[in-house]
Structures are given as C-alpha cells and as structure tokens.
C-alpha cells in the first residue's frame, strides 16, 4: 500500500482529548477541555425548539442566512464600532475552527509564513500544516507572558511572512492584550504588510478592569485584518459548531469559496436559533462576564489559598498553575499522576508551548461551583505529588 499524506503524518491525537479519556478511566474531576457544564440560554434553545417542526431544515446560503449575518454585523457594530457589510464582509461556518482554517488558505501561498504566540492554541499549528505554511513561534514570556517586539519584527521582515494569528483573549495564558501591545503588533503588521487573523472567541468572557479590543478596529487594521470568532463559548453552545469570519470584500470572497469547498455550510436551524442570542441586550453579556467572575474567583482565590502558584487570568477561563515545586521533568506524567493519585484531570502545559516549557498544568473553570468546590478540596491534598 501507498504511504499516507506526509502533511499529516506528523498530527498526534489531541493531549486535551487523551486527557480527558485519562479522567474518565481514574473517574477524576476533569479540569482539561474547555467547555461549560451548565446550560445555553433557555431563549435560545426556546427558540430551537418552537421552528424544529417547520425548518429552515436544508442548506442556507453558503455562506450563511441573511438574518444570522444581518444579527451578526448589528452585533460586531455595537460592540467594536466597526461598520461591517453582513453581504460582502461575513462568513459564516462551522465554529470558529473552520474560519481560521479558511482564513489561512484564503491568505496563504504553501511555504509561506504564518506567525504565532507561543502558547497556543493547538489548532494553529495544524492550520498552518494544513495550509502548506511554516510557522514561526514568538514566545509569550511567563509568568506575565509579555511579548519581545524585535522578534515580531524579524518575523515580519522575513519576505516570506504572510500573516500573524493573534488569540485575544488567549487560550492558554487568559492574557488579555492591552492597547499598547496592540498598538505594537497594528503598527508592524501595517509597515511590514502582514495580515493579521484574530481568534476572539473569548472576547466576551473578561476579569475586571479588563476591556477587550479588537485590532481590526485600530487605525490602518480593517483592511488587513479577518477577525475569527464564535458562538460557542459566548452562548454556552461548543456543540453547536457556529463560527464566523469578519473581513473586508476582496477577502471575505476568497473566504466564501473556501468554506463552499470545506464544508458548504453550517446547520440552517442553528443559525435560526442563535438570531435570538446575537440580539440580546447588554444585560447578557454583564451576567456572562459576572458568572465567569464568580467562577474564576472561585477556584483561582482557591488555589492561591492552597498555595498553587498561578497567574490570575485576565480573560477566558483557564488558569496555568505553575508546578516547578514538585520535583517532575514531565508535565504530562504529572498530569496523569494528579488525575491518578489526587483525582483532578488538566492539560500538561507542553501541549501549548512551542519552547521546552514544561512547568505548568492548565485547568478551565467554566464548571459549576460544587464541581469547583470538589475539585479545590482534592488538590488540598497535592503535596502528596512531591517527589
Ligand atoms: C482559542 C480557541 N479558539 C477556538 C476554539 C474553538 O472554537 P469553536 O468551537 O468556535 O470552533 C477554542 C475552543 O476551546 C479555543 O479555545
């Protein structure tokens, strides 16, 4: 037989998945895939529930339903200011998954380059495989996880730099970028010509005094920039797989035909469901961000009470816990310990890192607060993890 695809041949299983198969054997508190245990608005699945009988039940437009698009840009205007054509400058697809896939073929020639922070978001990686593409990793530096303008910049000066990925607010770390560091990777991507491709899918899960910004609404930045973002996180809904693109025409076509070939569309009855969540007033978004602080006070005062030292986040809902202090070179053999011995389940920080970081665990806390509850009361008991 024929060898597969050398493209893919390097993709492991996902560590965030293993580990949570890791949990389900040693019944642990998993603490590993990000994804709420409460549920979506009940308005939402209201709705589903009243046009399940009569549709829409066969394809919308490819690239999404006029009144989902039209939801949409009203949404993006009133929250970034930006004027955005729900015609000409949106896609709609498959989670925000999809729209960075997309995004990266619609950008980029194979051998070219895409630049990503490190820590990162598993997918980027693959994306960039995907894509042919080479990525070049620019570290945020731990434990505030700063960035090193000069190295962007000999990122961006390489002729074969195409595009930036910037995860704001980011998965792993929970950093928030602040308008100076956008303003530092705006103004080199502009002097550089270098598109950028957000990942905002946390951009309406923030920590006070926190404020999230998008970059494609600074100076210079709407032209170059496709902003990724979904549904799943901001409605509680990572199952429904509803994801979109915002970007200017030229790119938004490209964008179109891309995701025609991907994957057609995504589900017409979801689309007609989440018009009610994309038109909800602000008061929605306050309770969001109040539940999520409860939350991540909750467990994050937690382990600082325990002693675990960790960087607050400053949006998302995951939290590095540093675990120098306990004597393992491997993070992924102190992950499946804790899930075994203490009965906890996170993600070994390494699956993030490009550089050999191997000092952190990471929990999410999007969890109800008895589980929280559980789950700090097992790790009082991780000194027994000393070596
Ligand atoms: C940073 C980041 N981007 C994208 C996703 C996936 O988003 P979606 O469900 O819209 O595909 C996740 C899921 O955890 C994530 O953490």
Redesign the pocket.
Known sequence: MKPLSTKTAGFTDSI?RRMTRISLKYGSINLS???PDFDPPKAITDRLAEIAPYGPHQYAVTWGAQNFREALARKQKHFSGMDVDPDREIVV????????CASVAALCNPDENVVIFSPF?E?YGADAILNGCHAIYIPLVPPDFHFDPDLIEEAFKDPKTKAMIL?NP???TGKVFSYDELKIIADLAIKYDIYVIT?E??EHILYEPNKHLYIAAFPGMRERTII??????TYSI?GW???YTIAPPQITDRIKKVHDFLTVGAAAPLMEACVTGLNFPDQYYKDLQAHYTHMKNLFVDGLHRLGLRCVDPQG?Y?VLVDISEYGYEDDYEFAVDLCRKVGVTGVPGSTFFKEPVKNYIRFHFAKNDETLEKALERLADIDIMKK
């Open positions: 965030i895939q990000g994804f697809t498959c989670g925000s998954t999809e729209a960075m978001y997918n995860c980011s998965n792993p990942d899918v946390y990724c973002s979904s549904l799943s996180k990572t797989r509803l994801g998302a995951y």
